[in-house]
């Protein structure tokens, strides 16, 4: 079962955040994209638990973009990201089926194929992990990056077809660092081509939700920054 440790450090949300640009319909789906039509590999950003509108989400969305990639950040929480003064987050996460996003991602990915661009990777922060991992095992896409994943289970793991990078927390309750070391020694057994690595002295959501002030998180979070896009870098061009 899901914990509220999850939902810490709540950003503050602005649906005008951004360097890229807000579609009402991308695959069925409203999203923030970012980066050239042109571009011949894509990039699927899904969210955590706030959202699409999380600025450093959108700004992680911007620096992939600046890689070379089309950034889409699809809205499958639907204008209902998680709101920090919910005395419930189980009934929210009840209501927000990752599984259903992994069937609403389908769409997603078949627009971009549509438009020319054939390689495609996925990133997932914590609830937008699992919509990866089903990605991954359903052969959807290229290449698949997990940060701080929430909801993946070592069977998710057994089942994943295409290159994997999980960045696990130090501190993490929610995956902490003995599963994401099962799901290494999992992928270790298998043909796929993987990359695993806990991150010393940061917690839960410290990839995407982190304070500007404190030098060590920034230096984390850009770090992690580097591991995913050197994955796409990798796998998808």
């Not at 503050?12 to 890229?20: M, T, V």
């Not at 919509?131 to 994943?149: D, F, N, T, Y």
């Amino acid at each position: 079962m899901a914990s509220s440790h999850c939902f810490q450090n709540p950003p503050e949300l602005d649906p005008a955040c951004g360097g890229g640009e807000v579609v009402e319909d991308f695959g069925g789906q409203k999203a923030y994209v970012a980066g050239s039509a042109e571009a011949k590999a894509a990039v699927v950003l899904i969210s955590d638990a706030f959202g699409f509108e999380a600025p450093k989400l959108r700004e992680i969305a911007d620096k992939v973009a600046s890689s070379g990639y089309f950034v889409v950040v699809p809205d499958f929480l639907h204008g209902d990201p998680y709101e920090p003064s919910n005395p419930n987050p189980l009934q929210w996460l009840q209501s927000h089926d990752p599984e259903k996003a992994f069937e609403e991602a389908k769409p997603v990915i078949a627009a971009l194929k549509e438009k020319g661009m054939p390689t495609i990777g996925a990133a997932g922060y914590c609830w937008g992990a699992k919509v990866v991992v089903e990605l991954a095992k359903a052969r959807e896409i290229q290449a698949v990056v997990m940060s701080h994943p929430a909801l993946v289970t070592v069977d998710d793991i057994k089942e994943v077809k295409c290159p994997i990078c999980v960045l696990g927390a130090e501190i993490d309750q929610f995956s902490p660092q003995e599963l994401v070391k099962q799901f290494e020694h999992v992928l270790s057994a298998t043909a796929v081509a993987h990359f695993v690595k806990i991150f010393p002295g940061v917690s839960h959501g410290w990839a995407v939700r982190y304070n500007d002030d404190d030098e060590a998180a920034v230096k984390s979070a850009e770090e992690a920054f580097a591991d995913m896009t050197g994955w796409f870098d990798k796998y998808l061009k």
